[in-house]
């Protein structure tokens, strides 16, 4: 049982390049969730998906796209990487809005 | 909207000291979850509180949720380095906003 997965763990980009990051979960969990992390803050929603076929934004969507997959995977994309998305990204996965299983995280430096 | 504050923003304690966080928020929670971030780790959950005025132990760690259901505190007693961290409280999302506290980092001295 590997609980919420994240790939990749490290990624740095040059600006304007694109990425994808992906994320499985294997708790059979409706809700999924990106976060993002900056140093000294706590953490901040970029997208959610209450449930399979639905997304929805969270407080930071800008720069960002993402698709839910199927039940498992919900992955966010980066069209044109800025330096201002430098960050960690965390995914997360929860049964309705309790209690939240994030990944290891990916640490993403945009030059 | 909903926000949720936290302080302190830092704390540094010897080894053997209590430790305390806090958290408000400018509304009525439904519930308030803790979570613990290790150093370039991910956070990981603790515990949720639901009912007003409930206090909820951990071993050395309690967890108290006001009666207004506004605040919420966590309380280490007699911190070890294995404490270190830094510590999350979280409201329930509302309007697509995930009421995250910015956190308390805590580093103890042995």
């Known amino acids: 049982n590997a609980g919420v997965t994240q790939t990749p763990k490290f990624q740095v980009l040059k600006t304007g390049q694109s990425m994808t990051l992906q994320c499985a979960q294997d708790?059979?969990?409706?809700?999924m969730y990106w976060y993002r992390q900056d140093p000294g803050m706590g953490l901040r929603l970029i997208y959610y998906?209450?449930?399979?076929?639905?997304?929805d934004k969270g407080e930071v969507p800008n720069g960002y796209n993402v698709s839910r997959l199927n039940k498992r995977e919900f992955s966010l994309r980066l069209e044109s990487a800025a330096p201002s998305q430098t960050s960690v990204y965390f995914c997360?996965?929860?049964?309705?809005?309790?209690?939240?299983?994030f990944g290891s995280g990916t640490q993403l430096s945009v030059l | 909207g909903q926000q949720v504050m936290q302080i302190p923003q830092y704390q540094h304690v010897q080894e053997g000291e209590d430790f305390t966080t806090y958290c408000n928020s400018s509304?009525?929670?439904?519930?308030i979850q803790w979570y613990k971030q290790r150093p370039g780790g991910h956070p990981v959950f603790l515990i949720q509180?639901?009912?007003?005025?409930e206090v909820k132990k951990q071993k050395r760690l309690t967890f108290q949720f006001g009666e207004a259901k506004k605040n919420s505190s966590l309380h280490i007693t007699a911190t070890q380095t294995t404490d270190v961290g830094t510590y999350f409280c979280?409201?329930?999302?509302?309007?697509?906003?995930?009421?995250f506290g910015d956190g308390t980092t805590l580093t103890v001295k042995p």
């Open positions: 509304t009525t929670l439904s519930n």
């Open positions: 997360a996965s929860s049964e309705a809005w309790g209690r939240l299983f």
């Open positions: 509180l639901v009912k007003s005025g």
């Open positions: 708790m059979n969990h409706n809700s």
């Open positions: 979280a409201g329930p999302p509302n309007a697509g906003k995930s009421t």
């Open positions: 998906s209450a449930s399979e076929g639905t997304t």
